[in-house]
């Protein structure tokens, strides 16, 4: 069975930074491409940032580009964001994914984790 499993979470004061990291089990993911959405309460699910399967193109939602990171490490099946400079409007639970196409559509995406929980405080 495939599960992806996010950690990292917490709560950080804005301008701080988080590492999240989504574990990847039960087959692998070397050949796909890989996302982080987040979804706020009361608000749509949104497309964060994504990774292609060499992690050699990388594709961001304007509000996150020069703060986030995305990376891989396929040998660990291990997915990552590094989340800087956090502002309170980045509060909200954060998904991976997986899939095989590199775009900001949720229904593109195959694999998803349970989510973990930011909170950035003002």
């Known amino acids: 069975q495939v599960h992806l499993v996010e950690s990292g979470g917490g709560l950080v004061q804005a301008g701080g930074s988080l590492r999240l990291s989504c574990a990847a089990s039960g087959r692998t993911f070397r050949g796909d491409v890989m996302g982080w959405f987040r979804q706020a309460p009361g608000k749509e699910r949104e497309f964060v940032c994504a990774?292609?399967?060499?992690?050699?193109?990388?594709t961001y939602a304007y509000s996150v580009k020069g703060r986030f990171a995305i990376s891989r490490d396929n040998a660990k099946n291990t997915l990552y964001l590094q989340m800087n400079s956090l502002k309170p409007e980045d509060t909200a639970v954060y998904y991976c994914?997986?899939?095989?196409?590199?775009?900001?559509?949720?229904?593109?995406?195959?694999?998803w984790g349970q989510g973990t929980q930011v909170t950035v405080s003002s």
């Open positions: 990774i292609n399967w060499s992690g050699g193109r990388t």
């Open positions: 994914a997986a899939g095989s196409k590199q775009v900001s559509i949720s229904d593109e995406y195959t694999y």
